[in-house]
């Protein structure tokens, strides 16, 4: 019987453990606060603000919107960044990117508070999910992958596990975290020759490629743990992944559907880092 | 017949274009220069120092030694170095590590200009080396890797890369320098199941483990590349690699010996870095 790994079973342990975690800082008078940072109103920025903060708001945590005017210069921008970045109330920043044309993008990344930076844009973050230091933020979709696999008991330690992928949100972030966590990593990508073959040999493959349907039953051993990080429209419109799930799921012993899968995670991941951060940040990690 | 890949021949071929590109910049007013700074008189670092130094004066860069007093203060340090990093006729600084322990070393890292951060230590340029970016400097004897088999004419594009190790100095800049090259790489560790097997699979080992010997005849695959970057003492005190030469020789088409091999090429790598860094910093990159 093949497992399907579901993340809402994940999203819901994730809450319970936050919502507790949460009542504990509120006890010692820390009170977990989130900005998010909007320049303009983009309907898609808008619609993951939603979703965010209905998750952040469901175990305690606060919003609060920073929204700039579309229009706003460089400097009034900073201006603005920098008093959200010093406001101690302040655990975790979700800036919505890319900014506008017109603003550099990277003297803002080069401002925020690593300790702040839950959204993992910041060079001293990013370092620090390089060389493995548990303070560090990682990009939310690759850290929700490491809970999905923990929260069905899937052991990663000296496992074959192969990535297909290799982009800065997803790929090269998660092969960090699996390293770390003693996996033996398999990094393929495009230019890999004989993709089916070398995914084939893993014992837990993550699809991470952006392409529809891509991984069809021949990149999967029998008993393999696949999952899912695509999101996709296939030629009827629908929403789809990297993997072919039928196909994949004959063969593997657990698997994420698209959606329901490692996406329905990634807002809890969020919430997980301004808990974080606010331990962080009153000396109480 | 296997190839032995010799570092003195990377490093004359290396140090041939350098005196080159040094000649250029000189001929439009650029005198590259890098700064050693040094905290005490450690034996360790004066020989690495006139190692390097003599290296770099090689190909025609300035060098010059800042030393500091093993008593000094952090903020008599930090000015020191201030001044170095400041200095608009230093392109590139090397900092001895570690600093005694009454100092904040991670103070230094954040100061340091990450275009003079010639050997890889702040944030900034760790987060470009695990991007992707290739304004970054990669950790020196990871970067001679990738010179050794650029030398010898062998292809990694496509190819499945095995590296042994993942330290913050060799394994991962160098999986991630592959991987920007387009090689299917794996990273292998202590805790890796089945080792010879997984290496045997490899189109390129590269063993950084720090183990001496142990990449033995049963890891490799008759035709291998096969490059050691280990630096031990055998048994009988003499310095040998992770490779176990012969065994692995007798299986390779091409391998590096231990010493003369990538070792001979880490500070060629440096001054390459003095010479990118003075491009960089005059804009004529």
Redesign the interface.
């Given at each position: 019987m093949t497992v399907t790994m579901k993340g809402s079973e994940v999203a819901a342990a994730m809450k319970e453990r936050l919502q507790r975690e949460v009542a504990e800082l509120r006890a010692q008078g820390v009170a977990p606060k989130a900005a998010i940072v909007r320049v303009g109103a983009r309907p898609d920025d808008l619609a993951y603000e939603r979703g965010a903060m209905k998750r952040l708001e469901s175990v305690g945590i606060a919003c609060q919107v920073f929204e700039f005017p579309e229009t706003i210069g460089q400097k009034e921008f900073e201006a603005g960044f920098k008093a959200v970045n010093d406001d101690p109330e302040i655990h975790g920043i979700l800036l919505f990117r890319p900014l506008p044309r017109h603003l550099d993008e990277e003297a803002v990344k080069r401002m925020i508070d690593p300790l702040k930076d839950i959204d993992s844009m910041s060079?001293?973050n990013?370092?620090?999910?390089?060389?493995g230091d548990e303070t560090g933020y990682a990009p939310c979709t690759a850290e929700a992958v490491v809970h999905v696999l923990d929260h069905y008991g899937i052991e990663v330690?000296?496992?074959?596990v192969t990535v297909i992928g290799?982009s800065?949100v997803v790929g090269?972030p998660l092969?960090?975290l699996l390293?770390k966590r003693?996996a033996?990593?398999?990094?393929?990508?495009t230019?890999?020759?004989d993709l089916p073959a070398?995914c084939r040999?893993a014992e837990i493959l993550v699809a991470a490629a952006g392409k529809a349907k891509m991984v069809t039953g021949d990149f999967v051993s029998d008993g393999a743990v696949v999952i899912d990080v695509g999101i996709n429209v296939d030629d009827d419109g629908k929403l789809c992944g990297d993997v072919d799930y039928d196909a994949v799921a004959a063969k593997a012993s657990h698997i994420t559907p698209v959606p329901g899968g490692v996406g329905a995670v990634t807002s809890s991941v969020l919430a997980d880092h301004v808990v974080r951060a606010a331990r962080y940040l009153q000396g109480n990690a």
């Amino acid at each position: 019987m093949t497992v399907t790994m579901k993340g809402s079973e994940v999203a819901a342990a994730m809450k319970e453990r936050l919502q507790r975690e949460v009542a504990e800082l509120r006890a010692q008078g820390v009170a977990p606060k989130a900005a998010i940072v909007r320049v303009g109103a983009r309907p898609d920025d808008l619609a993951y603000e939603r979703g965010a903060m209905k998750r952040l708001e469901s175990v305690g945590i606060a919003c609060q919107v920073f929204e700039f005017p579309e229009t706003i210069g460089q400097k009034e921008f900073e201006a603005g960044f920098k008093a959200v970045n010093d406001d101690p109330e302040i655990h975790g920043i979700l800036l919505f990117r890319p900014l506008p044309r017109h603003l550099d993008e990277e003297a803002v990344k080069r401002m925020i508070d690593p300790l702040k930076d839950i959204d993992s844009m910041s060079a001293p973050n990013i370092a620090k999910i390089f060389s493995g230091d548990e303070t560090g933020y990682a990009p939310c979709t690759a850290e929700a992958v490491v809970h999905v696999l923990d929260h069905y008991g899937i052991e990663v330690q000296g496992r074959r596990v192969t990535v297909i992928g290799r982009s800065m949100v997803v790929g090269k972030p998660l092969t960090m975290l699996l390293i770390k966590r003693n996996a033996t990593v398999t990094v393929c990508h495009t230019r890999t020759k004989d993709l089916p073959a070398t995914c084939r040999s893993a014992e837990i493959l993550v699809a991470a490629a952006g392409k529809a349907k891509m991984v069809t039953g021949d990149f999967v051993s029998d008993g393999a743990v696949v999952i899912d990080v695509g999101i996709n429209v296939d030629d009827d419109g629908k929403l789809c992944g990297d993997v072919d799930y039928d196909a994949v799921a004959a063969k593997a012993s657990h698997i994420t559907p698209v959606p329901g899968g490692v996406g329905a995670v990634t807002s809890s991941v969020l919430a997980d880092h301004v808990v974080r951060a606010a331990r962080y940040l009153q000396g109480n990690a």
